[in-house]
């Protein structure tokens, strides 16, 4: 059968990008729809400008850091307005970029709501096209349902489009999104609240960084509702209330919602050829992002494997290997660096130690110190490092950084253990000093030992 196009990919963010501009170097005849703006998530409205406003943030940090190194200022203002028309500038500079890049690949772009109407067919925008092969790269959405009335609250892409600094903002949640916009918009002068319903943010993370990066919030100028159940949100002439379980309420004049997001399927049609949805609403896919239908495949943040930008352009590259240059690629999604850009930011790669200590007998490593550019005025800021090593073999299982530069840190140290180093590895390593990051091949003797051999299976008779 001749179709009008190879492939038909359905989102023009990171993921889908990549895998359209690798299959059409491979000679294929692409397709790519994109319902909003050329870049995805990532770079219109996710870390690229979240980072940039954390960028805004730092410098709260650094100007108050140059008073202890002898220099002398008037009172500093932050413009919101004048940052949010740069932003939005560079934010178009880099849209250009994709689209510019698309068209070189000859890629054939078409803005517009993709929905897949028969095997092998999608429309957009009231035509049809056929394709061989179709994939699925449409990303991820806030979601809005945790609490009854969290629809009435900001998501991160209208904090990042907002023209004034609120007097008071209530976050609500306590995954990363959460933890860095408080982070960033104490800074910038809101009297920040966050709430959430668990004892310490960052579920998932090394239980060491969490209580640190808490209490970093808390001595930024975070107020912290922790360890409480969430009931609902009410708006009010006021702004907003937000209702805990334990009769408690929590207000500010405004709110975001980080509480997460979710796959986003709604009206790609899935249903009409019969894609498999898992328990969370995210497209089933295999090691080769195939899903359940033999034509069409899935990448990124639709498929909730790894929700995390380079981890969507390594799968859609590994799609165009695999389908169009004869070089099946699977991705590894079991070591994968990430990073929290709170103030200070985290890095993390690898086993956390509550996930080492299940395997066998783990070394536990650690240097808690105050950096050097903090000690010279008696600042208050503080690095906090973790090297896990396997007690049999000393192979590191995982790295875990809270500190100024802990993204850039752990991203090299993620090549080392992707290569299998082990402690001997790291301890032969001679230091680069004076750095931060010469503490982790200077630990000598673990903090702790922690987790117990596998016990043996019975003998067999």
Same mark, same amino acid.
């Given at each position: 059968m001749h179709y009008d196009y190879d492939l038909i990919t /359905? !989102? %023009? !963010?990171s993921g889908g990008v990549a895998a359209s501009r690798r299959s059409a170097a491979l000679g294929a005849r692409? @397709? =790519? *729809?994109e319902a909003s703006r050329v870049g995805g998530t990532c770079v219109i409205r996710g870390c690229v400008p979240k980072k940039l406003m954390m960028y805004a943030a730092g410098f709260a940090d650094s100007l108050q850091d140059a008073r202890g190194y002898g220099w002398d200022f008037g009172e500093a203002r932050f413009d919101m #307005?004048?940052?949010?028309?740069?932003?939005a500038k560079e934010i178009d500079r880099l849209e250009n970029i994709y689209g510019t890049m698309l068209a070189n690949a000859k890629v054939e772009l078409v803005r517009g709501h993709a929905r897949i109407v028969a095997p092998h067919t999608v429309e957009i925008n009231g035509q049809r096209h056929t394709a061989e092969r179709i994939l699925i790269a449409a990303g991820g959405a806030p979601s809005s349902h945790a609490i009854p009335g969290l629809e009435h609250a900001m998501d991160s892409t209208a904090l990042l489009d907002l023209q004034t600094v609120p007097d008071s903002l209530l976050v609500i949640g306590g995954g990363f999104i959460a933890l860095e916009f408080a982070s960033i918009m104490a800074r910038l002068g809101a009297q920040v609240h966050l709430a959430y319903r668990n004892e310490l943010p960052l579920r998932g993370f090394d239980h060491d960084l969490r209580v640190r990066v808490a209490g970093a919030l808390q001595q930024a100028g975070v107020t912290l509702h922790q360890g409480v159940g969430l009931e609902r949100l009410e708006r009010d002439a006021d702004g907003f209330v937000l209702h805990r379980a334990d009769g408690s309420t929590v207000r500010a004049s405004a709110a975001l919602n980080a509480t997460g997001r979710h796959p986003n399927v709604e009206g790609l049609g899935l249903d009409s050829v019969g894609v498999q949805l898992n328990k969370k609403g995210a497209i089933e896919v295999d090691a080769f992002s195939r899903t359940s239908v033999d034509h069409i495949w899935a990448v990124g943040d639709v498929t909730d494997r790894v929700n995390l930008t380079p $981890? *969507? =352009?390594?799968e859609g590259r590994a799609f165009a290997e695999t389908e169009f #240059? #004869?070089?099946?690629?699977?991705i590894d999604h079991s070591l994968v660096a990430s990073a929290v850009f709170t103030l200070p930011p985290i890095g993390t790669v690898g086993l956390t130690e509550e996930e080492a200590a299940k395997q066998g007998p783990v070394d536990v490593y650690v240097s808690d110190f105050r950096p050097m550019k903090?000690? &010279? &005025?008696? !600042?208050?800021?503080?690095?906090?490092?973790?090297? @896990? %090593?396997? %007690?049999?073999? !000393?192979? $590191?299982l995982g790295l875990h950084m809270i500190g100024a530069d802990a993204p850039e =840190? /752990?991203?090299? @140290?993620a090549v080392a253990l992707s290569c299998g180093a082990t402690k001997a590895d790291f301890d032969r390593t001679i230091a680069l000093h004076p750095s931060?990051? +010469? +503490? &982790? $091949? @200077?630990?000598? +003797?673990?903090a702790r030992r922690v987790g117990e051999a596998p016990a043996a299976a019975p003998a067999s008779h």
């Open positions: /359905i !989102g %023009a !963010g692409v @397709l =790519i *729809a #307005g004048r940052w949010a028309a740069t932003k $981890v *969507a =352009i390594a #240059g #004869g070089t099946p690629r699977q903090d000690a &010279f &005025f008696d !600042g208050n800021n503080r690095s906090y490092m973790k090297l @896990l %090593a396997d %007690a049999n073999t !000393g192979k $590191v =840190i /752990i991203q090299s @140290l931060a990051a +010469e +503490e &982790f $091949v @200077l630990m000598r +003797e673990p």
